[in-house]
Nanobody, 126 residues
Framework: QVQLQESGPGLVKPSQTLSLTCSVSGEVITSGYYWSWIRQSPGKGLEWMGAISKSGGTYYSPTLRSRTSISRDTAKNQLTLQLSSVTPEDTAVYYC???????????????????WGQGTQVTVSS
């Protein structure tokens, strides 16, 4: 059973960098999937932010590319997300997930064989 758990601060000040960690169990992150970050802002749909592949290649949403960095620690089997220069519009529930595909700008669909963490609320406020 693959399990993903997001962790990080629930409150970030504007202009700061949001940093989240995703701890994975039940599967190694060097397997053949896209280990991804997705967010959902209040009243909006799921937004794919980016992913890291089994080889360590990174892929980002065109709209968030300039502010987003995804990395991994294979020894700890963890992913990390950094989103810089945050504003209140970055307030959202942030999810990590094991996905079979990249979404870039396409709408995210929860597929039966995808695995998602429970999500973590991040609020950007002074």
């Amino acid at each position: 059973q693959v399990q993903l758990q997001e962790s990080g601060p629930g409150l970030v000040k504007p202009s700061q960098t949001l940093s989240l960690t995703c701890s994975v169990s039940g599967e190694v992150i060097t397997s053949g999937y896209y280990w991804s970050w997705i967010r959902q802002s209040p009243g909006k749909g799921l937004e794919w932010m980016g992913a890291i592949s089994k080889s360590g290649g990174t892929y980002y949403s065109p709209t968030l590319r300039s502010r987003t960095s995804i990395s991994r620690d294979t020894a700890k089997n963890q992913l990390t997300l950094q989103l810089s220069s945050v504003t209140p519009e970055d307030t959202a529930v942030y999810y990590c997930a094991r996905l079979r595909r990249l979404y870039l700008s396409a709408p995210v669909v929860r597929l039966p064989d995808d695995y998602w963490g429970q999500g973590t609320q991040v609020t950007v406020s002074s």
